[in-house]
């Protein structure tokens, strides 16, 4: 995790005459994890929005920079940021079951995100195969024929990681993936999302309201409150946190984050 930033962001956002994000600036390095936690309201899913060039669709407008090895997201057209999208670099949604499109089988949904960006059939079903035995699911026809309402929500959300990572992007944005979650399977995710970039050095930006996984899971932390990065510190520094919104934080979690730490090379 050295040399340039894979990500630089220096951004303003919102809707109307409302600023949500205010001279927000952070990066992110090749192969780093930087969970990004934030109480109801601080203005994660507006970010998420604004990297991904999907504001303005939600009625938003951006200002700034989000620039990806040099090259500003924000200065590109809609039909260049698609190309990007899922390529270099991927979402995992919020709602597993949500963004998953119920009417289609599995396998079609897969087929669906290659032809996005690809057309050589033989690398995906060799791809897709691996990806679902590596996020632990049947790489099985029975199961590719199943549809959203026939698995379960982690299924679910372990689909969406293996379709995210078909093309290989540099980063993933993940975007509360465990809120839907039971505790048990939030935990399987966390430590999926940490074989993820182990094995790939694919870099994470791991946004949620929960410090928890977010302290199980990055190489840092950083902390979003009324639209402003108020804190940002490598997950074993946390002891070093200044700012009330980040001190809140810390006094919500369960256990003291030394606690955490000591269990965060373990695997399940």
Same mark, same amino acid.
């Given at each position: 995790?050295?040399? +340039?930033?894979?990500?630089?962001?220096?951004?303003? $956002?919102?809707?109307?005459?409302?600023?949500?994000?205010?001279?927000?600036?952070?990066?992110?390095?090749?192969? &780093?994890?930087?969970?990004?936690?934030?109480?109801?309201? $601080?203005?994660?899913?507006?970010?998420?929005?604004?990297?991904?060039?999907?504001?303005?669709?939600?009625?938003?407008?951006?200002?700034?920079?989000?620039?990806?090895?040099?090259?500003?997201?924000?200065?590109?057209?809609?039909?260049?940021?698609?190309?990007?999208?899922?390529? *270099?670099?991927?979402?995992?949604?919020?709602?597993?079951?949500?963004?998953?499109?119920?009417?289609?089988?599995? +396998?079609?949904?897969?087929?669906?995100?290659?032809?996005?960006?690809?057309?050589?059939?033989?690398?995906?079903?060799?791809?897709? +195969?691996?990806?679902?035995?590596?996020?632990?699911?049947?790489?099985? &026809?029975?199961?590719?024929?199943? +549809?959203?309402?026939?698995?379960?929500?982690?299924?679910?959300?372990?689909?969406?990681?293996?379709?995210?990572?078909?093309?290989?992007?540099?980063?993933?944005?993940?975007?509360?993936?465990?809120?839907?979650?039971?505790?048990?399977?939030?935990?399987?995710?966390? &430590?999926?999302?940490?074989?993820?970039? *182990?094995?790939?050095?694919?870099?994470?930006?791991?946004?949620?309201?929960?410090?928890?996984?977010?302290? *199980?899971?990055?190489?840092?932390?950083?902390?979003?409150?009324?639209?402003?990065?108020?804190?940002?510190?490598?997950?074993?520094?946390?002891?070093?946190?200044?700012?009330?919104?980040?001190?809140?934080?810390?006094?919500?979690?369960?256990?003291?984050?030394?606690?955490?730490?000591?269990?965060?090379?373990?695997?399940?």
């Amino acid at each position: 995790m050295t040399g +340039k930033p894979l990500l630089r962001v220096a951004l303003q $956002a919102g809707y109307g005459d409302k600023t949500i994000l205010d001279d927000l600036r952070f990066e992110i390095r090749h192969g &780093e994890i930087l969970g990004l936690a934030g109480a109801s309201g $601080a203005g994660k899913s507006t970010l998420v929005l604004a990297l991904l060039g999907l504001l303005p669709w939600r009625g938003g407008w951006l200002r700034g920079k989000v620039e990806m090895e040099n090259e500003n997201l924000l200065a590109l057209g809609d039909s260049h940021l698609r190309r990007l999208r899922g390529r *270099r670099i991927s979402l995992i949604p919020q709602s597993p079951m949500t963004a998953l499109n119920p009417a289609m089988s599995l +396998k079609r949904q897969f087929a669906e995100a290659w032809r996005a960006h690809e057309s050589r059939q033989g690398e995906f079903r060799e791809r897709s +195969k691996g990806l679902l035995e590596e996020v632990q699911l049947p790489a099985t &026809e029975d199961f590719l024929r199943r +549809k959203p309402s026939q698995i379960s929500v982690g299924q679910a959300q372990r689909v969406l990681i293996a379709m995210a990572l078909l093309h290989r992007p540099l980063l993933i944005v993940a975007d509360e993936p465990t809120s839907a979650l039971d505790p048990v399977t939030q935990v399987q995710i966390v &430590e999926l999302l940490k074989r993820v970039n *182990r094995n790939h050095g694919t870099a994470i930006l791991y946004v949620s309201h929960d410090l928890v996984s977010a302290i *199980r899971l990055g190489h840092r932390i950083a902390v979003l409150a009324d639209g402003a990065m108020v804190e940002d510190l490598p997950v074993t520094e946390l002891a070093r946190a200044q700012h009330p919104s980040t001190l809140s934080l810390l006094r919500s979690l369960p256990v003291p984050p030394q606690i955490l730490l000591r269990f965060r090379d373990e695997t399940i």
